[in-house]
């Protein structure tokens, strides 16, 4: 009687022995994801429903077949719990070897960060509004200007030699002209003025006056 009985819970326990643990809490062994679809797009958001968890758990699987270029991870191998109205759940990936275990965290986050964009753009979200809590976002190529920026500084530096060059030769026409034209008639008077006084007295006995030349 005990070893039908003891047979009995085991046939009871084996399916839920088998089944990998989907915890939530520091102590899990998932991640956990939030999603802000709200704040990423406004009035035009869509409502969060088994539908969408289904594509959630199927860009996973996707993931998953990417990284490991494998074909047997499917939709049930991903699991979710903990979900809550305001979409945020934890979710783990059990192995396509064995059903029983989990797959390893690091390849769980390696498979994630290959494929966040193709994951963002099925949700219509980016790093900040679809957030998996410990798996950091990939870092997005840098922006390649249509112009290389030592260019532009060459560019900046050729305009200014090139300036200062033309106003060096304006300012010598300038001066050129000036001269051809001779002083103005202001500085002719001036220097007529300073001329006679600079003369003082004539000495008359060089004078071509006949009163001071005669005997």
Partial sequence: MSER???????????ALAQP?????????????RLSIKTALGDK????????????????????????NSDQYNVSSVLVCG???????????VSHDDPTQLVVKTEVERAVRMSRHR??????????????????????AP?????????????????LVGAGIVLLLLSSMHQRRRKKKGPPEDEVVENGIAQESLDGVRNRAFT???RFTAM
């Fill in 5 to 15: 009985l003891a047979l009995l819970l085991l046939l009871c326990l084996a399916p």
């Fill in 45 to 68: 958001a869509y409502t969060w429903n088994d539908n969408e968890m289904f594509l959630f758990r199927a860009t996973l699987a996707f993931s998953m077949r990417t990284y490991y």
């Fill in 208 to 210: 071509d006056d006949e």
């Fill in 83 to 93: 979900e809550t109205p305001r979409v945020s759940f934890w979710f783990v990936v």
């Fill in 119 to 140: 994951i963002n753009s099925a949700f219509l979200l980016t790093d900040r509004t679809l957030e998996f809590l410990g798996i950091l976002p990939t870092l997005a």
């Fill in 143 to 159: 922006v390649v200007p249509d112009t290389p920026p030592w260019l532009i500084v060459f560019g900046v530096v050729i305009g």
């Fill in 21 to 33: 643990p989907c915890e939530t809490g520091p102590a899990s062994r998932g991640y956990e994801v």
